[in-house]
């Protein structure tokens, strides 16, 4: 007998949505649709978005110092710290972690680049041949990257387009830097290629050169160093894996994650986080109330058709599905046509970058998208959910506030 009343139900729903095609709540019911397809189609778009802006700065950011950095533990601001030795003994039992994928040594030098008309203060980063420096070479926007050997001093240096266009250098200049330290000291580097992460405030500071130039210029031996930087697996595990890298590590030293060194960058990617919440629940409601609102216009349409179904032994849930169903359908369709637009808009974007953007305000120069699968599909279950819970209210009164005589009377 159930089963019969829910085939019953949906028949009746059916033929309600279709006699809507013909009265007045037809155009409420197209605003509904296109509401609940507008909200889902943003949402779409704003989580891809702010996945998108995080993916690309972290990997920005990681690129250019790892996801950990491990240093001599000291108040010292400046980029002349104390050297650690580079073959230490704790680094077998950090490559033992599970999380973590590759350590490799770093130097920086602080300098002034001099040129014929200009002057500009740098930080040289010198690396060695066991570097990962894919993310420059993804980043190139012309000549190569460092070829490095253990045998001898590479003169070639890296750096980003900003420098090159103040300082008219390009690839195959020569570049002169001066070190100020007790006995001043320069060297000439030949820039061998340009770079441009869009990161202003690092594309300003940092270039690349050979680690055997920032160990002579300090006077170190071969085997020191500033410190090691750490690249992990699961971003995820970040602050669990740099947690257990400062047990291992001596006192004397300080493992610090890209998180820490980079606060005020992470914490204006956190904003993104809290608006993503507000703008989630702000469009929730937006869509409930609309199909709330189509709702209690189809039960007030419908009035006689709700007498009529009590005289012929319809009970208050009986009615109560009839007029969840038709809800349903408005709330699918507006769902498909949503999900549609806001992935295909997406993926356009993705592609075609047809939205751009000031990399100096932004660090990136069109609008990234990261379509995380997870994401659409909690979007429509959390609006699913809760509008149907919230649909649930109206109709448990339709039953129970319509007068059977009077009802049939309006027809």
Partial sequence: MAQIFMNLSNYISRNISTQTKDRFSKPIVYISIISVALGVSVLI????????????????????????????FDDNASYQKTPIEKNAAFLTQIKKLDNVKKIQAYALKAGIIKTSDEIEGIVLKGLDTHYDVSFFQTHLVRGKVLHLTDTSTSNEAIISESLA????????????????????RQRMFRVCGIYKSELSSFDQTYALCDLKHIQKLNDWNEHQIDGFEILLHDFSQLEKTNTLINQIIPFHLISQTIVTRNQDLFNWIGLFDQNIIVLLVLI????????????????????????????????????????????????????????????????????????????????????????????????????????????????????????????????
């Fill in 165 to 184: 266009n103040k300082l008219h250098l390009d690839t195959g200049s020569r570049m002169l830097v001066y070190f100020v330290q007790d006995p001043p």
């Fill in 45 to 72: 778009l704003v989580f891809a978005i702010t996945s998108g802006f995080r993916k690309e700065i972290e990997n920005k950011v990681i690129g250019f110092g790892s996801h950990i950095e491990i240093s001599f």
């Fill in 284 to 411: 929730i409601i937006v869509i409930s109330i609309s199909v709330i609102s189509t709702q209690l216009t189809l039960m007030l349409e419908q009035i006689p058709t709700i007498g009529i179904l009590k005289t012929l032994g319809c009970t208050n849930q009986h009615i109560r599905n009839i007029f969840l169903h038709i809800s349903s359908r408005i709330l699918i369709k507006g769902l498909i046509i949503g999900n549609a637009i806001g992935l295909i808009l997406c993926l356009i974007q993705k592609h075609f970058h047809l939205i751009k953007l000031n990399p100096d305000n932004y660090y990136m120069s069109h609008v990234p998208i990261d379509i995380v699968w997870y994401h659409p599909v909690l979007i429509n279950i959390l609006i699913i959910t809760i509008s149907l819970f919230m649909l649930s209210f109206p109709t448990y009164f339709v039953g129970r506030k319509i007068n059977i005589t009077d009802s049939i009377r309006l027809e």
